[in-house]
C-alpha cells in the first residue's frame, strides 16, 4: 500500500465550479500536512498547509481527519487557470512523502 | 533569481554513462533535498542533508546513485552506469529546518537511450 493515495482523475469541470479532491495516508504518526500544485512540465509548489482545524485561502480550503487519515482539499468558483495536478503531501520523519496527483482540467 | 537552480535542465546520455547534476539552494536553506519523479507519479524522495550532513537515504536508491553537499551549500547528485529505468525527471528542493515546506527547482530531465 502507497504511503499517499489519491484519485488520480482527471477531474474535467467547468469554470466556477466546486471541486472536491481527498487524499488519505497510512502513517498515523505523520504531523504535517500539505497540498502542493504541479503544472504540467514545471516544479511543484506549495498550494498551501493544512491544519487540525482546517484552513482556508481565498477560494482553497482544506481539511484534515486524523481519525480517518484523511485529508481534503475544496475548490470553490474554478478557473481556467487552476487547471494542474494537486498533490497530497504528508511528512514521514524528517521527508515529504508525494502522492501521485489528482489532476484537475477546469475548461470554459 | 533567489530560488533554488538546478545544472543541467536536460541531459541526455547513452546507457553505462555516469551523469553529474547539481543544486543550488535558496542560501539561508540548511535542509536539502533530491526527488525522483516520472511521468503520472508524485515526486519520490532519493535522499536529503542537513548542512553538510547526509541525514537520510532511501532504501530504493541503488548503490550507483550517490549524493553530496560539501560545505553545506550545493549538492550534486551523480549516476554511475546509467540505465534506461534511471530517466526521469531529478528535483532538487531547500527548506529551512524549523519549517518542513519545500521550495523546488526547476529539475534536471534525464533521459538515458
Known amino acids: 500500500r502507497k504511503e499517499v493515495e489519491q484519485d488520480p482523475g482527471p477531474f474535467n469541470v467547468p469554470e466556477g465550479a466546486t471541486v472536491a479532491f481527498n487524499c488519505t495516508y497510512s502513517?498515523?504518526?505523520?504531523?504535517?500536512f500539505f497540498w502542493y500544485r504541479q503544472d504540467c512540465r514545471k516544479e511543484p509548489k506549495l498550494l498551501m498547509s493544512?491544519?487540525?482545524s482546517g484552513n482556508e485561502d481565498g477560494r482553497f480550503t482544506a481539511q484534515l481527519n486524523r481519525a480517518s487519515q484523511y485529508i481534503s482539499l475544496l475548490i470553490r468558483d474554478s478557473k481556467l487557470s487552476d487547471s494542474a495536478t494537486y498533490l497530497c503531501?504528508?511528512?514521514?520523519?524528517?521527508?515529504?512523502?508525494f502522492g501521485a496527483g489528482t489532476i484537475l482540467r477546469v475548461k470554459s | 533569481d533567489t530560488g533554488v537552480s538546478q545544472d543541467p535542465r536536460h541531459k541526455i546520455t547513452k546507457r553505462g554513462q555516469n551523469v553529474t547534476f547539481r543544486c543550488d539552494p535558496i542560501?539561508?536553506?540548511?535542509?536539502l533535498y533530491w526527488y525522483r519523479q516520472t511521468l503520472g507519479q508524485g515526486p519520490e524522495f532519493l535522499t536529503y542533508?542537513?548542512?553538510?550532513?547526509?541525514?537520510?537515504k532511501s532504501r530504493l536508491l541503488s548503490d550507483r546513485f550517490s549524493a553530496e553537499r560539501p560545505k553545506g551549500s550545493f549538492s550534486t547528485l551523480e549516476i554511475q552506469r546509467t540505465e534506461q529505468g534511471d530517466s526521469a525527471m531529478y528535483l532538487c528542493?531547500?527548506?529551512?529546518?524549523?519549517?518542513?515546506?519545500?521550495?523546488f527547482g526547476s529539475g534536471t530531465q534525464l533521459s538515458v537511450l
Open positions: 528542493a531547500s527548506s529551512l529546518v524549523r519549517d518542513e515546506k519545500l521550495f
Open positions: 502513517n498515523s504518526a505523520s504531523q504535517s
Open positions: 493544512v491544519y487540525s
Open positions: 503531501v504528508v511528512n514521514s520523519g524528517n521527508k515529504l512523502v
Open positions: 542560501s539561508e536553506h540548511n535542509r
Open positions: 542533508f542537513q548542512n553538510e550532513a547526509q541525514l537520510e
